[in-house]
Every structure is written in structure tokens, then in C-alpha cells.
């Protein structure tokens, strides 16, 4: 071979590795532009307080597990096609992470929770997710502050039952703002917005009557901040999500200026909002199609209805019937193409509204027991992930 040719040929090779390298580097860029945030149901490992639920020390995949068909059609059991992990240990929750960042979800929305005096399934987040992450991917916190009642019990067909009440006192409240800030805001991966920890609180009006009325707890949020500030941070950003448990009033404010939801969050000082899931908006029964056009096409009222950012939601799916001994209505036609296309609409309503930062929330990573998760299955393997590379990209 001549050796200028020779020469040539490897200046061309360069040149196309570089491009490849540069388009490769544009598409990283481009997914790391958009936060995607699936919420996380921390429910896949031993816990103890809730053997007397889940005997066989896994969690809730014993109800995965055991979940039969309701009627002739109806696809259960949900089979985890990479087994039923222990999220509890750093190894398996390595896995959890780094297919997350392979397909362009960069953040976790853990469940978080606090029952009499304790906080309850905490051991995935610092056994198994702070171990293994290497503040690799973003996480924040939803307190989720419901009660916990016989819906997580399926040998219980009354589902009203509870068994550890969501509220909690001032007393009890000042504890969990010292254990958020110490124990995770402090973390370099927790998510924040300009420098301010992000929380969200599912319940408002739970919060509310535990302390006692809505003065008593814009006192005690004002505190959160407080300490928030205090820990070295330049606020707090106070996240709400949207649902029928965020009141559109509250009684007992001096000169009476509560009217709207909009109203509520402004009072508290909330910053933005978010949805958990599309069964909070829409019954989930029927058409996927039908129940996310519904859904999302609610999201121009919201950017009206309210005077802080509201951040898109998306739900995969929805089937809770492995928590009841009956039949509950469901979601029976999803597919990761149908699912793609909510992804680009969600994209182009955050685009041009100009939204920022430009934060998609999706229900969920892992809720297997309602049937909406983006953890890869037997039917459809890596599809709803592919789906989420496929319009954001890659962040690692």
C-alpha cells in the first residue's frame, strides 16, 4: 500500500470516530438536559414491621409472586424478568441504577415513610441505594404521609382498615425535618433546584390535621426551612403533589384569602407540583389511550390553574389487583409504542412552555403491585425503558 494512502485512510478513520464520539457526546448533552424521575415504591425487601403483612421476609413480591388472573384475559402474574431483588442490598440496587442511567432516567423519587414515631422501608434507600449509588443518580424524597391501611394487605378484603396512622404532631414533625437534613439532603446526589433540596409531600391535608391547622403548619414548614437554611443550603423547595388530598380551602387563616389549591400551596409556601399517577386523576379502567389522553390533556388547566411550576406526569399502566381478594378495575392495553408517544408529548409541553428545570415525573420505576413500573418483565422486556432512550437518551 502506498503509505500516503495508508496515511489517508487513517486520518479518514479518525475523523469518522470523532464524529460518531461527537454525536454520541450530543445525545449524552441532550439527555441530561431533562430530568426523568421515576418514583420508587420501597417495598421490595425485609421489613420488619410489616412481617405480620408479608411472611416470607420479601416484601411485597409474595403478593407479585402469588397474583392470579381476575377474569380470562387478565395478564398476572407480573413476572420480573430479572428475578425478585432484594433492593435492600447495594449489588441488586447497583443493577436498578445503572439501567436507569443506561436509559436516560437520572432520578429516583423514593416513597418515603414515618409511622409512630419511626420511619418504615427506609433500609432501601440507605442499605441498598445510598451504598451502591456513588452519587451517580439524582434521588429526592416524597413523604409519603397516607395512612397505612389494609390496602397492602390482601388477605383483607376491607381496605379502609388502618393500621399506622400518616399523621404526625410538631414534636414528631421536628424530628422528621432533623433526620431529612441530616440523613439526605446532605447527600452531593440529592436533588435540588438552584441549590435548594427538593420535597414533596403527598399528603397536605394529612399534614394539616396532624399539626393542628394550617397556621400550625405554615409554622412548621416555615421552620423546615429554617433548619434547611441553616444546614447551609440557600432554601428549601417544597414540592405538592396534585391530587384530591391537596384542599382547594382551609379554615382558620387571618382574613380568609384560601380559595383555590393554588391559593393552599402559595399560603404554605410551595414551589412547585407534580402528580403521582394518573389513577389520581382518571379511573383506571379500560383503554390506556383513552385514560392517558384524559390525563395529560388536563395539564394546560393545571399551567393555568397554578401560579408555581407544574411538572408533567406520566403513568405506565395501572393494575392493583394483586392487593385484593376481588376484582378492581384496570389498565388492559398498555404497550411501550402507546406509552413512546406520552414521553414526546410530555417532552414538547415542558419544550414550549419553556419549563425549568425541565423535570418529567413518571409513576413508576417499580410498582409492580399496581401494575405500573419501568423495571424490565417477561412480556415486554426492556420496551417502556427503550421507550425512555428512545426520545431522551442516554445520560451516562
Not at 413480591?61 to 424478568?81: D, M, S, T, Y
Not at 389494609?150 to 399506622?164: A, E, F, L
Not at 389511550?289 to 399551567?303: C, L, N, Y
Not at 402507546?338 to 415525573?361: R, S
Amino acid at each position: 500500500m502506498n503509505p500516503f494512502s495508508h496515511i489517508f485512510t487513517l486520518f479518514i478513520a479518525f475523523v469518522l470516530l470523532s464524529s460518531c464520539s461527537e454525536n454520541k457526546k450530543q445525545n449524552i448533552v441532550a439527555g441530561n438536559e431533562y430530568s426523568i424521575a421515576a418514583f420508587y415504591w420501597p417495598a421490595y425487601h425485609y421489613e420488619p414491621r410489616s412481617e405480620f403483612l408479608f411472611p416470607e421476609k420479601t416484601g411485597e413480591w409474595e403478593i407479585i409472586r402469588n397474583a392470579v388472573p381476575k377474569e380470562e384475559g387478565h395478564q398476572q402474574p407480573k413476572v420480573p424478568l430479572w428475578g425478585y431483588l432484594d433492593e435492600a442490598n447495594p449489588r441488586d440496587m447497583d443493577l436498578k441504577i445503572s439501567t436507569a442511567l443506561e436509559y436516560g432516567v437520572n432520578t429516583f423519587i423514593f416513597d418515603w415513610y414515618w409511622f409512630e414515631k419511626a420511619p418504615f422501608l427506609e433500609s432501601c434507600i440507605n442499605e441498598g441505594f445510598l451504598k451502591a449509588n456513588n452519587d451517580r443518580m439524582k434521588f429526592y424524597l416524597m413523604w409519603a404521609n397516607h395512612d397505612a391501611t389494609t390496602y397492602w394487605d390482601v388477605k383483607n378484603p376491607r381496605v379502609d382498615s388502618v393500621y399506622w396512622n400518616g399523621e404526625v404532631d410538631r414534636e414528631q414533625f421536628d424530628i422528621v425535618v432533623d433526620r431529612v437534613i441530616s440523613q439526605y439532603f446532605k447527600e452531593p446526589s440529592y436533588f435540588k433546584i438552584d441549590g435548594e433540596p427538593v420535597f414533596c409531600i403527598y399528603e397536605l391535608n394529612t399534614l394539616i390535621n396532624g399539626l393542628g391547622g394550617p397556621e400550625k403548619t405554615k409554622e412548621a414548614l416555615d421552620y423546615f426551612k429554617q433548619k434547611t437554611v441553616e444546614a447551609g443550603f440557600p432554601g428549601l423547595h417544597l414540592q405538592s403533589i396534585l391530587w384530591e388530598a391537596l384542599p382547594s380551602s382551609i379554615e382558620g387563616v387571618p382574613g380568609d384569602p384560601i380559595k383555590s389549591q393554588d391559593d393552599v400551596l402559595t399560603y404554605f409556601g410551595f414551589k412547585s407540583l407534580t402528580n403521582y399517577c394518573w389513577a389520581h386523576l382518571q379511573n383506571p379502567e379500560g383503554d390506556y389511550e383513552v385514560w392517558g389522553d384524559a390525563s395529560t390533556d388536563m395539564w394546560e388547566g393545571f399551567k393555568d390553574q397554578f401560579s408555581m411550576t407544574y411538572f408533567p406526569n406520566l403513568t405506565i399502566s395501572w393494575d392493583a389487583n394483586p392487593r385484593f381478594p376481588f376484582k378492581a378495575g384496570y389498565i388492559n392495553n398498555s404497550t411501550p409504542d402507546k406509552f413512546e408517544k406520552y414521553l414526546v408529548k410530555a417532552k414538547n409541553y415542558v419544550d414550549q412552555n419553556n419549563i425549568t428545570p425541565k423535570i418529567i415525573t413518571i409513576n413508576a420505576w417499580n410498582e409492580w403491585s399496581e401494575g405500573s413500573y419501568l423495571e424490565p418483565d417477561t412480556t415486554w422486556g426492556y420496551g417502556y425503558l427503550e421507550a425512555v432512550r428512545n426520545v431522551f437518551g442516554k445520560v451516562n
